[in-house]
């Protein structure tokens, strides 16, 4: 039987999706098998297929960025999922607005979303009973957002 305070709090997959092999993150918490999708780019059936794998629950999107391997398919899974959408920083509007030209550049399925809620410097999210800390971190994007959970 496996001892309780050997199971961590936070369990992730790695997930590369799109033809660019962006990775993506299943979290989840497991004390409660909820779990979040970080940056679905692309490749929602093989996503939903992890999310069962794992057992978890998927009770919301995380978003860094606004790239077309990072959020294209954000909207769309959000959607079938009857989830809502967090981050990134508002600074990424200007990505985000352009999903659907990106996409038919790179030959990836891009869909403009707005987040249900746009992250900032200090903010926190929430995975189960996970907190997660929202750090701006722009250079990559100008409203670049990464999630630390310091446990």
């Not at 909820?34 to 992890?50: I, N, S, W």
């Not at 869909?111 to 926190?124: C, H, K, V």
């Amino acid at each position: 039987m496996t001892n309780p305070a050997q199971i961590p709090p936070l369990r992730a997959a790695i997930i590369p999706v799109t033809p660019l092999q962006q990775n993506c993150t299943l979290l989840w918490c497991t004390e409660t098998m909820r779990g979040a999708f970080v940056d679905p780019g692309g490749d929602l059936d093989r996503l939903k297929a992890a999310a069962v794998q794992s057992k978890a629950t998927i009770e919301k999107i995380l978003v860094t960025h606004g790239h077309i391997d990072h959020c294209g398919s954000a909207g769309i899974l959000a959607a079938e999922l009857g989830v809502p959408i967090e981050g990134p920083h508002p600074e990424d509007i200007f990505w985000i607005s352009r999903l659907e030209e990106d996409g038919q550049r790179y030959g990836v399925r891009g869909q403009p979303s707005e987040p249900d809620r746009w992250l900032e410097d200090g903010d926190t999210a929430t995975v189960g009973k996970l907190t997660l800390n929202v750090r701006h971190c722009p250079g990559h994007t100008p409203g670049h957002i990464v999630f630390h959970h310091p446990e």
